[in-house]
């Protein structure tokens, strides 16, 4: 069964177990996504348990979902430079492309993101070309490429910049 855990109501080690069972088989799309774009390396490949822990401590809003209490997935969203616009992220497993997994994550997001624009109007990130799954999970969650760059992070590939802005109230 899947279960969306807050990761603000979860203990500090329990955390950490879900982040390093994901960690220890992310799926290849968002490894690759990882080594192409992750300032804080310069050479070598990146630690994903760190790349997760970071992203749970600088997000306002965290979650990992599970299947049959495997973790299949972290997502959140934090505060960039602007104060109106929140970096939404997603790095899961081989687990999340799973039919009923899929499902789950595809009816949870439109809550979710509308929860997020409650706080943030614009909504974005930064998604490798090659990344079709997160690009699928974002543009049915309402987000539109707002710009392509042919060369972006320290690999120099081609990355979408996807944004959802929210105009106006928000209606359920």
Excluded at 57 to 65: G, R
Aim: hydrophobic share 40%.
């Amino acid at each position: 069964m899947i279960h969306f855990h807050d990761l603000a109501d979860a203990s500090g080690e329990q955390i950490h177990d879900w982040l390093e069972a994901i960690a220890n088989n992310m799926r290849p799309a968002d490894l690759d996504e990882l080594r192409a774009t992750n300032p804080l390396l310069t050479i070598g490949d990146p630690d994903p348990l760190l790349v997760l822990t970071m992203s749970v401590m600088n997000s306002a809003d965290a979650w990992v979902i599970t299947d049959d209490d495997e973790a299949i997935c972290v997502y959140g969203v934090g505060p960039s430079d602007d104060p109106s616009s929140g970096i939404v992220w997603m790095l899961g497993t081989p687990g999340m492309e799973r039919p009923r997994a899929r499902i789950a994550i595809g009816k949870a997001t439109y809550g979710v993101v509308a929860r997020w624009h409650e706080r943030w109007p614009r909504l974005f990130n930064y998604v490798d070309a090659r990344n079709g799954m997160s690009l699928l999970w974002l543009f049915r969650a309402g987000f539109e490429i707002e710009e392509v760059e042919l060369h972006h992070g320290r690999e120099r590939r081609p990355f979408y910049l996807l944004s959802s802005i929210q105009e106006g109230p928000i209606h359920l």
